[in-house]
């Protein structure tokens, strides 16, 4: 790995966190591991698309943004 100076004007960014997707067992995929979570800025349901702002539901494991009524509909296809 080369050496940077500090203070040097180009300097390298750390790679990008890339969230896990959803582990597989035996070939067979694994639902969506829902928990509840409280959104500051709306965020857009990956369901129906309509923003979810406030109380909503997140996926543990690809981050996957829904309503908690949507949360019902998901499944993996």
Same mark, same amino acid.
């Given at each position: ?6 203070? /040097? ?47 909503? /539901? ?16 998901? /499944?993996?296809?």
């Amino acid at each position: 790995m080369p050496w940077n100076c500090p203070w /040097s004007q180009e300097r390298q960014r750390p790679p990008a966190a890339i969230p896990p997707l959803h582990y597989e067992k035996e070939g067979v995929a694994q639902a969506h591991a829902f928990r509840s979570k409280s959104f500051r800025k709306p965020q857009p349901c990956h369901w129906c698309h309509q923003p979810v702002a406030g109380q909503g /539901s997140c996926c543990r494991v690809c981050k996957y943004v829904c309503h908690t009524s949507c949360e019902n509909m998901v /499944s993996l296809d």
